[in-house]
C-alpha cells in the first residue's frame, strides 16, 4: 500500500509499494489540485510523468510553483478548447479569479457572460417544455435579434429542433413567434441555416402557406417569405426551395394582386426570387410563373430596377429564358429605355448585360435591338456610361457590325419561322430597313472614332513639337534644326501603330 510523507520543500511524494517508481507533486490548494487532476486526466496523464531518477526537489518557492503551475494550466486549457466556444473559457477563468486576482472590470464582464450562458439555458428549457414553449420562442426571437453569439449559442444548446415542432401548432401565435425565432437565428450563420433545413423547417413552412382555407393568413405569410429570404441565401438550400411552391407562392405575393402584402413583404419575396434565380435549376420553375413579363412591365420603379435586371441576368444565362424575355411585347424597347438611364448608372450596367449576352447569341435578337433603336443610346454609352458599361455597349455594337452586309436566316419571336435577312442596299425600301439604319449607325461611329483619332494625333503632334523644342534649346541648336514635315511623319508612324482606334 502506497504510503506519503511531505519534505522540506513543500512537495509530496508518493512511495509506490512494489518501488521502482515514484510520482512528485507540488503542494498546491484544494482547488488547484482539482484542476491538476482534470488536466493529468486530459493529456493521459503522460504530460506530467517524471523520472524518479532524475527528479530533483525544486529550489523554487512554493507560491513562485504555484503561480507558474496556473499559468501553465491556463495556457493548456486554451490550447485544448481552441476553436470552441468562448463561454467555457470564461468559466474557467471565473473559477480562478479568487486565486489569480482578476480586476473588477475583467470579472464583471466574465460574470455577465455566465449570466448570459445561464438565461440561454432557461430559455432552451422552457422550448422543452410544453407548457412554456411560447415563451421560449419568443425569448429566442428578442435575444437572437442583434447577439450573433446567442444565435450560436441556442443553436449548440438545442434551440432549433423544438422551434421547428412549433410550426405544427395551431395557434396562430406560436407559428409567429417559431418564424421569427428561427429567421433570427439564421442571420448570418449558413450553419444555423443548415442545420434549420435539415430539421425540416422548409417543408412545415410550405404546409402553413398552402391553406385548405385558401390564402394563408398574412402575418404568416409575410414571416414565411422573410425566412425564405434568409434560407435562401444557402446555396444548398436553393434547389431545394426552387422545386417546392415556393416560388409561385413569393410570384404571388410580389404581385399582391389582392392588396393584402406589406411592402417589406414585397421586397423580401423578389430578393427571395432573386437569391433562388441564382441556381440555373430554378429558372424552369420561375418561367413557368408569370413573373417575366411583371417585372418587364415594372421597370421603371426606381426602388425595384436594379434588383429586377439582376433576376432578368440570371435568367437569360439559360436559352429558355432568353426566349421568355425575348416574347414578351416591347421587351427590348424596355430594356433599350434603360441604357439612357443616366440616373441610374447600375441600371445600365445590368440593361446592357442582359442585352449583351442576347445580342450574342441570337441575330433575330440584334435585329429586334436595332428596331428598338439601340444604336444612338449605344453611342451614348459608350462616350458617357461607366467603365463597365461602355466596355459592354461597345461588345454590343462590335456583335451589330458584323452583321452589316450578311444575310442570315433565323427564327425570331417564339419560333414564328420567320425569314429575315440583310436588304440589299441602295434599295428603294433602305431608309425604312434596320439594316439601313445600322449602317447609318456604324457609319456614324466610325466618323465619330475617326474624329477622335484626329484629335488625338493633333495632341500628339503637339507634344512632339513641344519635347523638341526644349531638346534643340538645351542643347543651342538653331530653331530650324528639325523641319515641321518631321514631326507629321513621326505622329502619322506613333498614332497609326500604337493608338487603339
Known amino acids: 500500500m502506497a504510503k506519503y510523507h511531505r519534505n522540506d520543500v513543500g512537495s509530496v511524494v508518493l512511495d509506490s509499494a512494489g518501488g521502482g517508481h515514484s510520482r512528485l507533486w507540488t503542494a498546491f490548494p484544494g482547488a488547484s489540485f482539482r484542476r491538476k487532476i482534470i488536466d493529468t486526466m486530459r493529456c493521459g496523464g503522460s504530460c506530467h510523468r517524471q523520472d524518479c531518477d532524475t527528479a530533483k526537489p525544486s529550489a523554487e518557492k512554493p507560491k513562485q510553483q504555484n503561480e507558474r503551475q496556473r499559468s501553465e494550466y491556463r495556457s493548456d486549457t486554451k490550447k485544448s478548447v481552441g476553436g470552441g466556444s468562448e463561454t467555457l473559457s470564461d468559466l474557467l477563468r471565473l473559477s480562478d479569479s479568487s486565486e489569480t486576482g482578476l480586476d473588477g472590470e475583467a470579472e464583471e464582464e466574465v460574470k455577465k457572460k455566465v449570466e448570459a450562458l445561464e438565461e440561454l439555458k432557461r430559455v432552451v428549457k422552457r422550448l422543452q417544455c410544453d407548457d412554456d414553449v411560447l415563451r421560449g420562442a419568443i425569448d429566442v426571437r428578442r435575444l437572437t435579434k442583434e447577439d450573433s453569439e446567442a444565435r450560436t449559442t441556442l443553436a449548440l ?57 385558401g390564402s394563408p393568413n398574412s402575418a404568416v405569410a409575410e414571416a414565411v417569405v422573410a425566412n425564405f429570404l434568409g434560407l435562401s441565401a444557402l446555396d444548398s438550400n436553393k434547389p431545394i426551395i426552387g422545386s417546392s411552391v415556393a416560388i409561385p407562392f413569393l410570384v404571388t405575393t410580389l404581385k399582391d394582386l389582392d392588396n393584402k402584402s406589406s411592402p417589406q413583404a414585397k421586397q423580401d419575396s423578389l430578393r427571395a426570387l432573386y437569391n433562388l434565380s441564382i441556381s440555373p435549376l430554378n429558372i424552369s420553375p420561375i418561367l413557368e410563373t408569370d413573373l417575366i413579363p411583371f417585372l418587364l412591365s415594372t421597370l ?91 466596355k459592354r455597349a461597345s461588345r454590343i455594337m462590335e456583335c451589330l457590325r458584323i452583321d452589316k452586309g450578311k444575310q442570315i436566316s433565323e427564327s425570331f419571336g417564339g419560333g414564328l419561322g420567320v425569314a429575315v435577312s440583310a436588304p440589299i442596299c441602295g434599295s428603294s425600301s433602305s431608309a425604312m430597313d434596320p439594316n439601313h439604319q445600322l449602317k447609318e449607325c456604324l457609319e456614324e461611329y466610325d466618323d465619330m472614332m475617326s474624329e477622335e483619332r484626329k484629335a488625338v494625333k493633333q495632341l500628339v503632334q503637339q507634344s512632339l513639337q513641344n519635347n523638341m523644342r526644349k531638346i534643340v534649346k538645351r542643347a543651342n541648336l538653331p530653331q530650324d534644326f528639325v523641319p515641321s514635315d518631321h514631326f507629321k511623319s513621326l505622329t502619322s508612324i506613333s498614332t497609326s501603330k500604337s493608338l487603339p482606334f
Open 157 to 213: 444548446l438545442g434551440a432549433i429542433p423544438p422551434l421547428v415542432s412549433l410550426l405544427d401548432s395551431n395557434e396562430l401565435d406560436s407559428q409567429i413567434a417559431s418564424l421569427y425565432a428561427l429567421l433570427n437565428l439564421g442571420i448570418g450563420n449558413d450553419a444555423n441555416k443548415a442545420a434549420i433545413f435539415k430539421a425540416g423547417a422548409i417543408h412545415k413552412m410550405l404546409k402553413l402557406i398552402e391553406s385548405p382555407n
Open 300 to 390: 421603371g420603379d426606381m426602388e425595384v430596377s436594379e434588383r429586377i435586371l439582376s433576376i432578368l441576368s440570371n435568367v437569360v444565362s439559360t436559352p429558355e429564358g432568353r426566349k421568355a424575355v425575348s416574347i414578351v411585347p416591347d421587351a427590348f424597347p424596355i430594356l433599350v429605355d434603360v441604357l439612357n438611364w443616366t440616373d441610374s448608372p447600375g441600371c445600365q450596367e445590368k440593361a446592357s448585360y442582359i442585352l449583351m449576352v442576347m445580342a450574342h447569341k441570337t441575330y433575330g435578337y440584334r435585329q429586334a435591338m436595332i428596331e428598338a433603336g439601340i444604336c444612338s443610346s449605344l453611342l451614348e454609352l459608350t462616350l458617357l456610361g461607366s467603365t463597365l458599361a461602355q
